[in-house]
DNA sequence: AAATAAATAT
DNA sequence: CATATTTATT
């Protein structure tokens, strides 16, 4: 007798939890819908989670008696029901491909990113384009869900730029938002937000025009793409920072923020190891600094390669994954500059004579 | 305190 | 648009 009143009891509390659970799902529902488009799996699982759990409550039937399984523990996390949702419809992806853009040619390489892919992955094909990344409305906080938002987030963020949740280190991403050492959520960050915002008040002064823009953070997601764009522009020293942006259709990008972007990656992206072995050619060392960076002219197809863009790989070396992690750069260039001016070296920098050359036309294949 | 990503200035 | 310099963050 008690036993079965307990049991009722239990199961009655587990209906209210799961009809909170559903609304909490609907509302994310909602809220991803705006990313139909470029988080349709996304969507689709919420879907069919709501679809489930109201199922579940509609019709009592056992379970209840068991007393176990279903929303009993979403609280640590990964409710099977959930989890069980996932596997199946994970995998169905291909439903929607298609799309207007598919920018994504790419990828021969690249992505060994060990976690995150795994959802990336699948659903790659094309992520947003019109979409807000950063910035998030910051409106609407939403917290109050636990697992099956950081589904969400997780994919959002990971474009949005913090890649947090999963893998990776934690590369130097300052937005001003969130997560620093994983504790101040919530509240916090929003606080520190506003602070922030206020001190950012540089210009000393009066009007409190002028803060300094927040930065931008670029994710692994945002800077594959930027890699993918600078591919299909034919190499970074072909491509300009306006066309890349548009290229990138990312929203609310600017191209000062593709330009700094496109300068940090020139610089870093010219890896001397192996670029050079220069063993050869043990004669006089004849070199030419094509975009930067040195070259035996003896080799033919030295500034073919080099101004066609076109995989260029052979100088430019790291389009794939990251560029080497860090090391000296900056200040070399300059010197290296000077030096060669004073040497008398040959330097034909490509960007140069392609500002003038290319203007509406690009052709950076004709020299 | 040095290093570096991003913003801004030329 | 390219580079140089400054600023901000870790």
Request: with cysteine.
């Amino acid at each position: 007798m008690i036993n079965s009143l307990s049991n009722m009891k239990n199961y009655n509390e587990k209906r209210v939890r799961c009809c909170e659970y559903i609304k909490a799902l609907e509302e994310e529902r909602r809220k991803i819908n705006v990313f139909q488009r470029e988080l349709p799996l996304c969507l689709e699982l919420v879907t069919q989670a709501i679809e489930t759990y109201k199922k579940e409550i509609s019709e009592p039937t056992m379970e209840n008696l068991c007393g176990q399984s279903e929303c009993s523990e979403q609280t640590t996390g990964e409710c099977g029901g959930i989890l069980d949702l996932f596997r199946p419809i994970k995998h169905s992806s291909t439903s929607l491909e298609g799309e207007e853009e598919e920018v994504d040619v790419d990828d021969e390489h690249e992505s060994n990113e060990t976690g995150l892919d795994c959802d990336d992955k699948n659903m790659k094909s094309e992520w947003l384009k019109s979409v807000q990344l950063w910035n998030q409305p910051d409106s609407v906080l939403s917290k109050k869900l636990e697992r099956s938002q950081q589904e969400t987030e997780t994919v959002v963020e990971a474009i949005n730029g913090n890649d947090n949740g999963t893998t990776s280190h934690q590369p130097p991403c300052y937005e001003t938002s969130n997560v620093k050492s994983g504790d101040d959520k919530s509240q916090a960050s929003i606080s520190g937000r506003q602070k922030m915002e206020a001190e950012k008040d540089i210009s000393g002064g009066s009007g409190g025009i002028g803060r300094r823009k927040h930065r931008r953070c670029w994710s692994h997601e945002l800077h594959r793409r930027f890699l993918n764009t600078l591919k299909q522009l034919g190499g970074p020293h072909v491509a300009t920072p306006k066309q890349i942006r548009e290229l990138m259709k990312v929203d609310g990008l600017t191209n000062d923020e593709v330009k700094s972007h496109l300068q940090k990656y020139r610089l870093h992206t010219r890896r001397p190891g192996q670029t050079i072995p220069n063993k050869r050619d043990s004669q006089t060392q004849h070199f030419v600094v094509v975009g930067g960076i040195w070259v035996p002219q003896a080799s033919h197809s030295t500034a073919n390669a080099a101004t066609a863009g076109e995989t260029t790989i052979g100088i430019y070396g790291p389009l794939q994954s990251e560029w080497p992690s860090q090391s000296n750069f900056g200040r070399t260039i300059s010197e290296e500059r000077s030096r060669c001016s004073n040497k008398g070296i040959i330097r034909c920098s490509s960007p140069a004579m392609s500002s003038s050359t290319r203007t509406k036309t690009k052709d950076p294949k004709l020299s």
